[in-house]
């Protein structure tokens, strides 16, 4: 019983927590947060289990919970687990319990509230990553939006009004889009199985049958929803706004977990759902990747906001996670499932730390540190190691990801060129001289300004909230394969699924050339007439 309902209890156990901290009185402070705190603990317990249980052999899904809802429509509470959703499920369940420690004494105001918001944002996060309904995952997703609103309007800096209205338009925009796809696909189910539905398993099925022209649309509808979220370049601008005004737990959950909702959408829907698409537009995306990661680099490097700087990072890493994706080989697909959780370890384990500093400095400029390695000495270790990650030094996690993006990328048959992996690899170039040339600026030198003299080194709950992601971070970094043998069935599959739209693709390219000649016959033969 407990394991045929175990995805559900994972959903829905920070909803439990939530619920019973509206019946905490609001002066209550400590209540809340050991509340929260063992809500939170108690989700991550529930993830581990179900990685520990998750028969990586399988490529299909497990855990399946299939349940009536609106059957009219047949819309159900379709819940399953497979690779690619599992390894973020359970980096969803790691970062809530450190954000919440993040926040103990940061938020001051409005308490039950902000930790309230804080575990209704983890319901949205895990039922996105595993509802089998389309129409369930549109919920999911749209709740999610929500408390990240509040989060950042509420709680973050001073342009945090403007910051949180412009990340709730770009989310909305594309999710209304996805909205006309999802409704669109299950018209076409009902023209091909005889009944609207949203169920993810039955729309896999039928896939190949939705025309090439229409797959093109819908694709289109469900991609640029899932690339705001990346976000991709050019709709990356909501990013830094957003990262720079939340507060800290908030640029940790939204570094860590929501921006991989938007890469998580892409291979779990836009990829087998519109296969024949996926060819059409995947050398454009590719291209629009390689760019985003040359170009959140250069920008990175000229920042002069530490926050803003890794920011910017997010960008370029994101960049590599989409090339990963639409490199379609399976040591790339691989890579950009474990590159999505490296990335939300070492960037949340960054924005932990400038929040460290920033509550001692209440500075985030890089020109008002220097020297503060001499009195933070622990911090700057952990800065060191963190920044190292995020360069892909080999031993750490960041290397294992982008190596096998590179390596899928440079010999990808469906990209059918070298110079996507080229061009990529220099991001990794660039990735080094921001983040160590930020390092030398803030931690090393002359310890000159008397603010940064009196700055204490990190203490026990700080350290709690760190050494769990440092250990993982090396982890991933010497053995990799506990993670990626967990996810290799589930990539080969959906592989699988999206060669099935190459013989469509060639086809309609193959009709077009044919439709081409016969055009090009006629107008000679007009021609010579005349």
């Known amino acids: 019983m407990f394991e045929n309902n175990l995805l559900t209890y994972i959903i829905f156990s920070p909803l439990v927590g939530a619920l019973l901290l509206l019946f905490i009185e609001r002066n209550k402070h400590n209540a809340i947060r050991w509340v929260a705190l063992v809500t939170s603990f108690v989700t991550f317990i529930l993830a581990v289990v179900l990685f520990l249980r998750f028969d990586a052999g399988e490529a299909g899904f497990q855990f399946l919970i299939q349940t009536g809802w609106i059957e009219a429509i047949d819309v159900g509470y379709r819940v399953g687990v497979d690779g690619i959703s599992l390894l973020l499920v359970l980096l969803t369940a790691f970062i809530m319990p450190i954000s919440i420690l993040a926040s103990w004494s940061s938020i001051k105001h409005r308490v039950k509230e902000y930790f309230v918001f804080l575990l209704l944002l983890e319901v949205g996060m895990i039922g996105v990553f595993l509802a089998l309904d389309l129409f369930l995952f549109y919920i999911f997703w749209e709740a999610m939006l929500i408390p990240m609103y509040f989060i950042i309007g509420v709680w973050g800096g001073k342009d945090r009004i403007y910051a949180a209205v412009k990340f709730f338009l770009f989310t909305m925009v594309g999710s209304l889009l996805m909205l006309v796809a999802i409704i669109w696909i299950g018209v076409h189910a009902s023209n091909t199985v005889g009944n609207f539905t949203t169920n993810l398993l039955v729309l896999y099925e039928i896939s190949p049958t939705i025309p090439l022209a229409l797959q093109s649309w819908m694709f289109l509808a469900f991609a640029l929803s899932f690339l705001i979220k990346v976000p991709l370049f050019p709709l990356h601008t909501w990013l830094p706004d957003a990262h720079v005004e939340a507060p800290t737990a908030g640029s940790v959950i939204?570094?860590?977990?929501?921006?991989?909702?938007?890469?998580?959408?892409?291979?779990?829907?836009?990829?087998?759902?519109?296969?024949?698409?996926?060819?059409?537009?995947?050398?454009?995306?590719?291209?629009l990747a390689v760019i985003g990661i040359i170009y959140g680099a250069l920008v990175a490097m000229v920042q002069t906001d530490v926050k803003k700087l890794i920011a910017y990072s997010s960008v370029s890493h994101l960049g590599f996670i989409v090339l990963g994706i639409f490199a379609l080989t399976e040591e790339a697909v691989q890579g950009s499932i474990i590159h999505m959780v490296n990335h939300g370890?070492?960037?949340?384990?960054?924005?932990?730390?400038?929040?460290?500093?920033?509550?001692?400095?209440h500075s985030r400029m890089i020109v008002d540190y220097g020297g503060v390695a001499k009195v933070m000495p622990v911090f700057a270790a952990f800065l060191l190691l963190m920044s190292l990650s995020s360069i892909g030094l080999p031993g750490l996690n960041g290397f294992v990801g982008e190596f096998l993006i590179l390596l899928g990328a440079f010999q990808s048959q469906a990209l059918d060129s070298y110079w996507y992996a080229i061009f990529a690899a220099s991001g990794v170039i660039l990735a080094a001289v921001y983040m160590l040339w930020m390092?030398?600026?803030?931690?090393?030198?002359?310890?000159?300004?008397?603010?940064?003299?009196?700055?204490?080194?990190?203490?026990?709950?700080?350290?709690?909230?760190?050494?769990?992601?440092?250990?993982?971070?090396?982890?991933?970094?010497?053995?990799?394969?506990?993670?990626?043998?967990?996810?290799?069935?589930?990539?080969?599959?959906?592989?699988e699924q999206v060669e099935r739209g190459r013989t469509m693709y060639r086809a309609a390219e193959k009709d077009t050339e044919e439709d081409t000649l016969v055009e090009n016959r006629i107008d000679k033969i007009m021609g010579e007439k005349n």
């Open 439 to 495: 390092y030398q600026r803030v931690m090393l030198g002359d310890l000159d300004k008397p603010e940064n003299q009196k700055l204490t080194d990190i203490g026990g709950r700080e350290l709690a909230t760190l050494i769990p992601i440092a250990i993982f971070v090396v982890w991933i970094g010497v053995y990799p394969s506990t993670f990626l043998d967990k996810t290799e069935a589930s990539g080969k599959q959906l592989l």
């Open 345 to 361: 370890l070492s960037t949340g384990a960054l924005f932990l730390l400038v929040g460290m500093i920033y509550e001692r400095r």
């Open 254 to 287: 939204l570094a860590g977990v929501l921006l991989k909702m938007g890469t998580y959408g892409l291979l779990r829907f836009c990829l087998p759902l519109f296969p024949a698409a996926t060819y059409e537009y995947m050398s454009l995306i590719s291209v």
